[in-house]
């Protein structure tokens, strides 16, 4: 692949690649857009089946996290991390300091925090060698029981807008991925009444869950064809595309996964079909809210940081909303709402100010 057309496609600031041969780390930092402010973004740890693949994941994962930044209101840009290896293997003390000091070497410009692969212990490793890392134990912790919120939130906003409530006692629910957001997304429902249907690529365990929650288990390759009201894509992203779409029984898509659309065109696909697709960035928002309560001048306050991850109900409500007026892709509708803010505030911070 051709990294600077990619760059230049999708409007890439920097991507760095860090090789250590002490511990074997191999690390893409890939920072979108800084237009807000510092670019925000957790790290992935996962064995890529080749760079092509890390490379494309880090750069469509950062794309996100400006829009998502954008989207939630905050003075962050967007950037993403990858380390290419198995999280349930490799890691090691040494090879988090090392990514730790890549980190620190940016000088402030990408903020990382936990990702898919890892969490708040390591990034307490990589925090031995930066102070550019949030989701630590002490502040915010682990991100996912926001991201779960963030979701439900925004599940209810869609539900109003196909069923006119958004009660979903008695609906069912197809969750596909059940690590931590996953799960604890899967027991909210549960409280909420829901019926589900799981399932998840590591089955001992993801059968072992559905069974404490009363869920019925689906294989991961029927998962899309399972007739249910929602479908809740909670592990990787590009799983809506011209293979699965078809298969879709559902009324509403509504899940925590990044870049769930393979191509944008896909979003059309899913309006003709007449699903209500919630966009990934919106909806899986809570996480980074959480984490972003860190950088306030006064610190980290739970209450200050749930509250407006409760919102997110609200922001998806009204992109569906202008989706429906306009008779555009929820996607785009989204779109619209974070480029239209980083124009905005791009210019006004483009009047020059005396430090």
């Keep these: 692949m051709n990294i600077f057309e990619s760059m230049e496609k999708f409007g890439h600031e920097e991507l760095v690649f860090w090789y ?13 857009d800084t237009t807000l402010g510092p670019a925000l973004g957790g790290c992935r740890m996962w064995p890529y089946d080749d760079e092509k693949e890390a490379i494309v994941d880090v750069l469509r994962l950062s794309r996100g996290m400006t829009y998502k930044n954008a989207a939630m209101g905050l003075d962050l840009g967007g950037g993403k991390s990858i380390i290419w290896a198995d999280s ?16 620190q070497s940016l000088g402030g410009r990408y903020i990382t925090a936990e990702d898919v692969g890892t969490n708040a212990d390591d990034m307490a490793t990589v925090s031995r060698e930066t102070e550019f890392v949030g989701g630590l134990k002490e502040t915010s912790g682990d991100p996912s029981p ?13 539900a109003r807008m196909v069923w006119e409530t958004d009660d979903l006692h008695g609906k069912t629910v197809a969750i596909q991925g059940m690590g931590h957001v996953g799960t604890l997304l899967a027991k909210a429902l549960k409280d909420e009444g829901a019926n589900l249907i799981v399932t998840d690529i590591h089955p001992e365990e993801g059968k ?15 998962i899309y064809r399972v007739a249910a009201d929602i479908f809740a894509p909670c ?38 079909k007449k699903i209500v697709y919630v966009p990934d960035y919106v909806i899986n928002g809570g996480g ?23 919102q997110i ?23 619209r709402i974070a480029e239209s803010r980083i124009h905005v505030l791009g210019r006004v911070q483009a009047t ?3 430090e």
């Design 20 to 32: 250590d041969k002490t511990t074997g780390l191999k690390a893409i930092v890939a920072i979108h």
């Design 352 to 354: 020059y100010v005396p």
């Design 208 to 222: 072992q869950t559905a069974d404490e929650l009363g869920a019925t288990w689906a294989e991961p390759d029927q």
């Design 235 to 272: 592990a990787l992203g590009a799983i809506l595309n011209d293979d699965t779409i078809p298969q879709l029984r559902c009324k509403v898509i509504a899940g925590s996964a990044n870049n769930q659309l393979k191509e944008p065109r896909h979003g059309l696909d899913l309006m003709r």
């Design 313 to 335: 109900g609200t922001q998806v409500g009204e992109i569906l909303r202008r989706a429906d007026t306009e008779r555009i892709p929820t996607q785009e509708a989204a779109d």
């Design 146 to 158: 926001a991201t779960a919120l963030g979701v439900l939130e925004g599940m209810k906003a869609a």
């Design 288 to 310: 980074v809210v959480n984490v972003a309560d860190e950088l306030h001048r006064d610190g980290y306050h739970p209450e200050r940081a749930y509250a407006r991850v409760r």
């Design 88 to 103: 349930r293997k490799d890691k090691s003390e040494a090879l988090f300091r090392s990514f730790g000091r890549l980190i």
